[in-house]
């Protein structure tokens, strides 16, 4: 019992999170929980499809300079900073799609990364905003951490398949 009721309890923060970064983030995110090397346990996007099909089509994670950033340093990064290693143009075919005013975190904690990308359309984050969204994100990183083999195999699969929806939809 008090299992299931800890998983229910952190499949409510997931949702309450992810509900609020769709809020602060109009144009969408990108959550990357738990990378191992360049793989996530867990991926979240909320990106217009036809972004993440050009994106996945051309393959442009490889280039990203967002990605790159995210896998090697911690904190937080506006996009504008990273126009110089961007040698592919991948922040520059992201506003084409409206994706203008973004920023990147990325978190180290308990032995596990995590990294996000978070996008406005219309205006520059605020730093309340930037600082709700870096809340949110540390809650899905410390909620998606996972102890037993037989919780983590439970919450897995119901993170993967939220993971599904959001990113399909």
């Not at 970064?21 to 990106?47: D, I, M, S, W």
């Not at 090697?72 to 110089?84: C, M, P, R, S, V």
């Not at 075919?93 to 978070?118: I, K």
Request: hydrophobic share 40%.
């Amino acid at each position: 019992m008090w299992h299931r009721r800890q998983k229910m309890d952190r499949i409510g923060v997931v949702r309450e999170n992810l509900a609020e970064l769709q809020e602060l983030c109009p144009k969408g995110f990108a959550v990357a929980l738990h990378v191992n090397f360049t793989t996530p346990r867990f991926l979240f996007q909320t990106y217009e499809r036809d972004w993440m099909r050009e994106y996945s089509s051309k393959g442009m994670v490889l280039d990203d300079p967002t990605v790159r950033w995210g896998l090697e340093h911690e904190g937080l990064i506006d996009w504008a900073e990273l126009e110089t290693d961007d040698a592919k143009g991948v922040l520059a075919q992201a506003r084409a799609h409206g994706l203008n005013h973004g920023f990147t975190l990325a978190l180290v904690d308990t032995d596990s990364r995590s990294v996000g990308s978070f996008v406005r359309e219309d205006r520059a984050f605020r730093d309340e905003e930037k600082e709700q969204v870096q809340a949110r994100f540390r809650s899905l990183h410390e909620a998606t951490l996972l102890g037993s083999e037989q919780a983590a195999a439970s919450m897995a699969d119901f993170l993967k398949s939220l993971s599904v929806e959001l990113t399909h939809r």
